[in-house]
Nanobody
Framework: QVQLVESGGGLVQAGDSLRLSCGASGGTFSSYAMGWFRQAPGKDREFVAAISWSGDNTYYADSVKGRFTISRDNAKNTVDLQMNSLKPDDTAVYYC???????????????????WGQGIQVTVSS
């Protein structure tokens, strides 16, 4: 059983940067691919970014490509999401998740993730 806890959310202005962090416990962190998803009010939860167990491979939604960067530190059991040039459309609850899937092509799908954090609010004002 893996427990995930997000931190670093908050209220920022458009154009600002924010860094989210997700700490993991209770499992072998380095054996999981990790992902970030987000859910805005009235919308489905959507994929944001994912990173392989080794950190060698990363994937991004088109809407955040070039602005967001996902990274991980297997020694510290953490995965981060650096968000730059934030837009009001980035406002959402952000979730980190852990997946045992080794196939990068699946990491944008919610169903491959077995463990989820409780989510953290990010609000971007215009």
């Amino acid at each position: 059983q893996v427990q995930l806890v997000e931190s670093g959310g908050g209220l920022v202005q458009a154009g600002d940067s924010l860094r989210l962090s997700c700490g993991a416990s209770g499992g072998t962190f380095s054996s999981y691919a990790m992902g970030w998803f987000r859910q805005a009010p009235g919308k489905d939860r959507e994929f944001v970014a994912a990173i392989s167990w080794s950190g060698d491979n990363t994937y991004y939604a088109d809407s955040v490509k070039g602005r967001f960067t996902i990274s991980r530190d297997n020694a510290k059991n953490t995965v981060d999401l650096q968000m730059n040039s934030l837009k009001p459309d980035d406002t959402a609850v952000y979730y980190c998740a852990a997946s045992r899937s080794q196939y990068g092509g699946t990491w944008s799908y919610r169903y491959v993730y077995s463990y989820w954090g409780q989510g953290i609010q990010v609000t971007v004002s215009s």
